[in-house]
């Protein structure tokens, strides 16, 4: 199991930034995925975007494209999302997640390690 830990998030006025942490620990190596996903207020939780471990390869929401960027730091076993032009539809708890094995994926199901998730409010 891996355990993950989120950090970054705050409140930030439409069209400012934020970025995310994502720290990583324990069985890191068995995680091929990490994902970022997010719950609004009365919504499921959706899929934001994915980065694989041992390669350069992003999988992002159409919501987000253009707008945010996953990358990651293999050395300090942590993700990051970089969040620009933020509109207050962004406002969300944000979690990070790992999945073990497989493609590149954004499904929920996939993922079976998560973090406790951090708070993003994006004011109009």
């Known amino acids: 199991q891996v355990q993950l830990a989120e950090s970054g998030g705050g409140l930030v006025q439409a069209g400012g930034s934020l970025r995310l942490s994502c720290a990583a620990s324990?069985?890191?190596?068995?995680?091929?995925?990490m994902g970022w996903f997010r719950q609004a207020p009365g919504k499921e939780r959706e899929f934001v975007a994915a980065?694989?471990?041992?390669?350069?390869?992003?999988y992002y929401a159409d919501s987000v494209k253009g707008r945010f960027t996953i990358s990651r730091d293999i050395a300090k076993n942590t993700v990051y999302l970089q969040m620009n032009s933020l509109k207050p539809e962004d406002t969300a708890v944000y979690y990070c997640?790992?999945?073990?094995?497989?493609?590149?994926?954004?499904?929920?199901?996939?993922?079976?390690?998560w973090g406790p998730g951090t708070q993003v409010t994006v004011s109009s």
């Open positions: 997640a790992a999945a073990p094995g497989g493609p590149i994926t954004g499904r929920i199901a996939d993922f079976d390690s």
């Open positions: 324990g069985r890191t190596f068995s995680s091929n995925t």
């Open positions: 980065i694989r471990w041992s390669a350069v390869s992003v």
